[in-house]
């Protein structure tokens, strides 16, 4: 396991290698003069190649993509071209609330969504299985941004149970939390019910209820565990798009995540904060999949992590 895992950290460099040139050429590469957006419409063009040449905008772009990762690569990730202050500072008091966020909402997604599956799936062509059915497609076709209006309307002003937007306490979570884990619950309980309907059909679970086991044991000891692998597929994938996907959300609830703010650096071609906020979601997400990988094994004693058959 442990040479699976170094082979998989090493596999990662050239994946964020990839997407950082790929995302850094396309800022450079769209419409839009840099140096002239941050001096303002009425900058000389002298003042715009001086600015170029202090942003290192006059050199290839290779070149300057091969600067940024070494001194990304030793932890700074440069200056806001925009707003003159230190990228990685600024990431890094957002970045907590991200990913409590992302936690919170996978959190109470699994809690409910995995059982709902599993009483789905044991209540299978019975009423208990429509409602759940019903109300999985219509959490995954609601936009987050419709769900999270509709909260801020009942909860915050018809209620006034919870904030509508900002940060503070634990409640503030809440209604961002619901509203980015909606989805998620929809698909570990879809997946749940799906691959637990399955594995409830194999012959060596109809062997155990032969035995004379419970039918909790049958599906808990038996059934639930190897119908696993799948809802662990999915909730990494939750987890890799609500970090990339977090924008919504956030901006729905003014929450100071590292969504809105990527969001606003896009609007300006801020290079420094978009390919810092790119490199740090890149390694996230490639160690939430590694981690996902690592739990197979854990799960299902057959799969072999590293071998030529897994």
């Given amino acids: 396991m442990i040479k699976y895992t170094l082979r998989r950290l090493l596999l990662m460099i050239p994946v964020i290698l990839g997407i950082t040139f790929l995302v850094f050429f396309i800022l450079l590469a769209s419409p839009g003069n840099v140096a002239q957006m941050v001096l303002g419409p009425e900058a000389t063009a002298e003042d715009i190649a001086m600015k170029e040449h202090d942003l290192g905008l006059d050199q290839p772009i290779v070149v300057q993509y091969i600067k940024y990762m070494w001194n990304a690569l030793h932890g700074d990730f440069g200056t806001s071209w925009f707003q003159n202050f230190n990228v990685m500072e600024e990431f890094s008091h957002r970045i ?10 996978i959190g109470w997604a699994c809690v409910l969504g995995i059982p709902i599956g599993i009483i789905a799936a044991v209540r299978h062509n019975h009423m208990t299985d429509y409602v759940v059915t019903f109300f999985s497609l219509l959490l995954s076709s609601a936009p987050a941004f419709w769900l999270g209006m509709m909260y801020q309307l009942f909860f915050a002003q018809k209620l006034g149970w919870l904030p509508a937007s900002g940060v503070g306490s634990f409640k503030y979570y809440i209604l961002p939390s619901l509203s980015l884990g909606g989805g998620i619950l929809a698909s570990n309980a879809r997946t749940t ?3 637990l309907l399955d594995v409830i059909r194999s012959d060596y679970v109809r062997t155990a209820r032969a035995k004379g086991n419970k039918e909790s044991t049958v599906i808990v000891k038996h059934a639930l565990r190897n119908s696993l692998l799948p809802v662990i597929t999915q909730i ?7 970090m990339g996907g977090s924008v919504i959300t956030e901006t729905v609830y003014a929450f100071p995540g590292i969504g809105s703010f990527l969001i606003n650096a896009v609007k300006t071609k801020d290079i420094p904060i978009v390919m810092a906020c790119i490199v740090v979601v890149a390694v996230i997400v490639g160690l ?3 981690v996902v990988d690592l739990l197979y094994a854990v799960v299902d004693p057959r799969v072999q992590l590293g071998s030529k058959k897994g």
Avoid: E, K, M
Wanted: a positive charge; glycine letters at 8%; proline letters at 4%.
């Fill in 96 to 105: 907590p609330y991200t990913l409590s966020l992302g936690f919170l909402a």
């Fill in 193 to 195: 019910r799906t691959w």
């Fill in 236 to 242: 990494g994938v939750s987890f890799s798009i609500i």
């Fill in 288 to 290: 939430t999949n590694l």
